[in-house]
């Protein structure tokens, strides 16, 4: 399925560390290169995922317009793990408690809301994939602990 849609604004990186969020575990107390991560992100690579994501989404049309409305997609995160050598990132979503919080007259299912949070997630891994295969030019500099064994 397609998503007729064109892509929103790319999220502005903000200096956020990674292990605030309670899904993200990132083993490395380096600089995130978050700026870098959003000049790629203004310089194609937001809309190169995005066009990606929104030809093999299961969203709808209107399911879309409720995650423009909450202004899920300036919420996502995108940071370098320099630990494991990747880009992480933190998606957005819909809270566990959103009937009870009565955010948006169009979320009212649980499809839906389940919908909006998976497929977010989808579209965070994406743009990960093509920041890491198109974009990132640098590798981790891995220092080894000074008390390793040494084998002959």
Sequence with gaps: ???????PEPPELEPIDPDDYEDVEVVSDSDYRREELGDFLEGGAWEEAFDTWRDDTDMD???????????LFEEYDFFWDAFADRVGYHSPGVPENWKEMDIHPELNTWERAS???A????????VCDVLKASYVDWES??????D???FD
């Design 1 to 7: 399925m397609s998503l007729d849609v064109g892509p």
């Design 148 to 150: 390793l064994p040494e």
């Design 141 to 146: 500099e891995y220092d080894a602990p000074d």
């Design 119 to 126: 497929e977010l997630a989808e579209l965070g891994q994406i």
């Design 61 to 71: 049309e209107d399911t879309f317009a409720v995650v423009e409305d909450l202004g």
């Design 115 to 117: 919908t909006i949070n």
